[in-house]
């Protein structure tokens, strides 16, 4: 099977394009497609709790804790010991992190509408019905239990 193929090769090269285009983006505000991705999922509110940052957006402990403290240094969060449970850290957006969250959004929502204006409403449902099915057999973790016995 040639790799233009495989349903992974279409899946990762699409990814990779869209990282591109949003880091492209986010060069121009002075950050990355990862630290407007972490600003889309801090509360502008009330902050969010560290801990529930990593996994909404794939990371591990070590490398959350490298993009809080990049994202700290450019001025765009504060890290604040939780009044509730003195335990857990809030992240909380600053004025700039607040500024940087809406250049995300809008990025995120124009990239959504260039697709909704070219792409119909039908084809996109299917899309999205054959990516949760992806979602789903891969949850599944069972895909090579045949392969391997």
């Known amino acids: 099977m040639k790799r233009e193929e495989t349903i992974d090769y279409h899946i990762r090269s699409a990814w990779h394009a869209i990282a591109r285009m949003y880091n492209q983006q986010a060069l121009k505000f002075d950050g990355t497609m990862s630290i407007g991705y972490a600003l889309l999922n801090v ?12 996994p909404l957006m794939g990371l591990e402990p070590r490398s959350l804790t490298r993009l809080l403290k990049s994202m700290e240094e ?4 504060t890290r604040q010991v939780d009044k509730n449970d003195k335990r857990s850290v809030r992240v909380l957006l600053t004025k700039q992190g607040k500024k940087m969250k809406e250049k995300s959004r809008e990025t995120v929502l124009r990239f959504n509408e ?29 895909i090579y239990d045949k392969v391997l016995q």
Do not use: H, P, Y
């Not at 509360?43 to 990593?54: F, L, N, P, V």
């Not at 450019?74 to 969060?77: C, E, V």
């Open 74 to 77: 450019k001025g765009l969060i």
């Open 43 to 54: 509360s502008s509110e009330e902050g969010t709790a560290a801990m529930k940052i990593g």
């Open 114 to 142: 260039a697709v909704r204006e070219e792409v119909a409403e039908e084809k996109l449902t299917v899309f999205f019905e054959v990516v949760q099915k992806i979602n789903q057999i891969v949850d599944r973790d069972t």
